[in-house]
């Protein structure tokens, strides 16, 4: 996964993750004082990088978060990430979702 470019402290608690380093991230997260949609968004991205959290539950949590914090910086990225997981694992996902080719009649 990349770095989320996420403001302080956060960016430095992504930084731990994507290092691999998921209990000290997780230790810092909890002693963090501040946006709780921040705190939120680092929560999946570790539970989804340490396999403790499905892509599609991810996505249904980065969901809840972007309804009330459209704008948040890494939502974005983390959610497409998270859905390419899922189709990666070849789970339905509605991002991936197409109808099927139109019926050519046979001549």
């Known amino acids: 996964m990349a770095l989320l470019n996420l403001p302080e ?4 608690i992504d930084a731990l993750v994507e ?13 963090t004082q501040g946006t709780p949609a921040l705190a939120e968004l680092i929560e999946v991205k570790i539970a989804l990088l340490d396999g403790s959290l499905q892509p599609q539950i991810a996505m249904n ?3 809840a978060v972007m309804r009330k914090e459209p704008k948040l910086p890494g939502l974005q990225e983390l ?4 859905s390419r997981l899922s189709y990666d694992e070849g789970a339905s996902s509605l991002s991936h979702s197409h109808p099927p080719p ?3 009649p046979r001549t």
């Open 61 to 63: 949590r980065l969901l």
């Open 9 to 12: 402290p956060y960016g430095a």
């Open 19 to 31: 290092q691999g380093d998921y209990s000290q991230a997780r230790a810092t997260l909890t002693r």
């Open 102 to 104: 139109p019926m050519k």
């Open 79 to 82: 959610y497409k990430e998270a």
